[in-house]
C-alpha cells in the first residue's frame, strides 16, 4: 500500500520553528519529487515548495521563501520541511504529495492525512 505519513505538526508561537517529516511506504521515496501543501480554514491549497529527487527544494511559495526549507534523507525514505520564524498566519494542515513523475510537476499521486501546525501567541 502507498503511503505517505506527516508527523511533527502541534502549537508553537510566532517566531518559533518546527520541522514538519513525511515518512513514505510501499515505495522508494527516492524515486519521485515529494511536494508540499498546506491550506488554512477557508483558502485554497497551496504548494509551498517541491523537493527534487536529490533533495533540492524548489518552487518554493513566496510566503515562505527565506523561512522555510524542504529537503530529503532517502535513506530513511522522509523528507522534511524545516520552518523557521513561523508567523500566525502559517497556521494550516500540511500535507506531502508525491509527484506522479521523477520531477517536480504539477501531477500528484498519492497524498498524506495531513499535520496541523497553529502558530498562536
Known amino acids: 500500500q502507498l503511503q505517505l505519513v506527516e508527523s511533527g505538526g502541534g502549537l508553537v508561537q510566532p517566531g518559533r520553528s518546527l520541522r514538519l517529516s513525511c515518512a513514505a511506504s510501499g515505495f522508494t521515496l527516492s524515486g519521485y519529487a515529494i511536494h508540499w501543501f498546506r491550506q488554512a480554514p477557508g483558502l485554497e491549497r497551496e504548494k509551498i515548495v517541491c523537493?527534487?529527487?536529490?533533495?533540492?527544494?524548489?518552487d518554493y511559495a513566496g510566503s515562505v521563501k527565506g523561512r522555510f526549507t524542504g529537503s530529503r534523507d532517502n535513506a530513511r525514505n522522509t523528507v522534511y520541511l524545516q520552518m523557521n520564524f513561523l508567523e500566525v498566519r502559517d497556521t494550516a494542515i500540511y500535507y506531502c504529495?508525491?509527484?506522479?513523475?521523477?520531477?517536480?510537476?504539477?501531477?500528484?499521486?498519492?497524498w498524506g492525512q495531513g499535520t496541523q501546525v497553529t502558530v498562536s501567541s
Open positions: 523537493i527534487t529527487r536529490s533533495g533540492y527544494g524548489t
Open positions: 504529495a508525491r509527484d506522479m513523475n521523477n520531477y517536480c510537476s504539477d501531477s500528484v499521486d498519492v
